[in-house]
C-alpha cells in the first residue's frame, strides 16, 4: 500500500521567510497530488492540486512541484506571515482509481514574527 | 453556498454504546466521503458514498458504518464503542467524487469522547 512521509512533524521558521515541506510518496505514482492546511480543532481546507503531467503550479504565495521521478512533492510558501502557522497535510489517492484520499502525517509550520 | 456542516460538534459517550454523526455536503455535491483523524494514526479513510451507494471502504472493523440519503446527507455509525474511538471524525463532500482528481471540502468535525 502506499506510503507518505512528510519531512518533518514540526518546521519554525522566520517570518518573511521560504517556507519549505516535502511529501515522500513510496508506490505507485499518483495521476494527482492534493495539499490541504489544518488548524487546530478544524477540518482540512483544500489548497492546491497538481497533476503528475505538471511540474509546478503556483496560487498567491503558495508554489506546489511535483517529480514523479523522485516520488516527491514540494510545497513552498514565500513572504511567509504568521498567518500561516497551521498543519500542511499532503494527500493522494488511497489506491489507483479509489475514491478516497490517503494523507501524510502533516508537518507543523510555525512562522516566528 | 453553505459550507460542509457536521452534527453534534461534540459527542462524549461511554464503552459500549453506540453513536450515529451526522454530515451535510454542500448542495449540489454527490459524494460524501468520511475520514477518522487521531494523533497517532493521522486521517484514516473511513467509507466514500456517491449518490446513495458505498463505493469504497477503508480498513475499518464492521463497527463502522453509514449511508448516505437521496438528499446526499449522510451518517455514519458506530456500535460497541471502544475507547480507541476517541477521535475527531470529519466528513468531506465534493462534486465528482472522493479521490484526489477533485477538492474535497470538510467540515469541522465531531469530537467523539469515549468514557
Known amino acids: 500500500s502506499q506510503k507518505i512521509e512528510q519531512n518533518s512533524e514540526a518546521l519554525n521558521i522566520q517570518e518573511g521567510k521560504t517556507a519549505t515541506l516535502t511529501c515522500n510518496y513510496t508506490n505507485y505514482s499518483p495521476a494527482y497530488l492534493q495539499w490541504y492546511r489544518q488548524d487546530p480543532g478544524r477540518g482540512p481546507v483544500f489548497l492546491l492540486l497538481i497533476r503528475e503531467n505538471e511540474k509546478e503550479k503556483r496560487k498567491e504565495r503558495l508554489k506546489v512541484t511535483f517529480d514523479t521521478t523522485l516520488k516527491q512533492s514540494l510545497f513552498h510558501i514565500t513572504a511567509s506571515q504568521p498567518a500561516d502557522s497551521a498543519t500542511y497535510l499532503c494527500?493522494?489517492?488511497?489506491?489507483?482509481?479509489?475514491?478516497?484520499?490517503?494523507f501524510g502525517t502533516g508537518t507543523r509550520l510555525t512562522v516566528i514574527p | 453556498k453553505a459550507g460542509v456542516t457536521q452534527t453534534p460538534r461534540y459527542l462524549i459517550k461511554t464503552r459500549g454504546q453506540q453513536v450515529t454523526l451526522s454530515c451535510s455536503p454542500i448542495?449540489?455535491?454527490?459524494?460524501v466521503s468520511w475520514y477518522q483523524q487521531t494523533p497517532g494514526q493521522g486521517l484514516q479513510f473511513l467509507f466514500e458514498?456517491?449518490?446513495?451507494?458505498?463505493?469504497n471502504k477503508g480498513n475499518f472493523p464492521g463497527r463502522f458504518s453509514g449511508r448516505q440519503f437521496s438528499n446526499s446527507r449522510s451518517e455514519m455509525n458506530v456500535s460497541t464503542l471502544e475507547l480507541g474511538d476517541s477521535a475527531l471524525y470529519l466528513c468531506a463532500s465534493s462534486s465528482l467524487g472522493g479521490g484526489a482528481h477533485n477538492e474535497q471540502f470538510f467540515g469541522p468535525g465531531t469530537r467523539l469522547t469515549v468514557l
Open positions: 494527500a493522494l489517492d488511497g489506491e489507483t482509481g479509489a475514491n478516497n484520499l490517503f
Open positions: 458514498y456517491f449518490s446513495e451507494t458505498q463505493r
Open positions: 448542495s449540489g455535491h454527490r459524494s
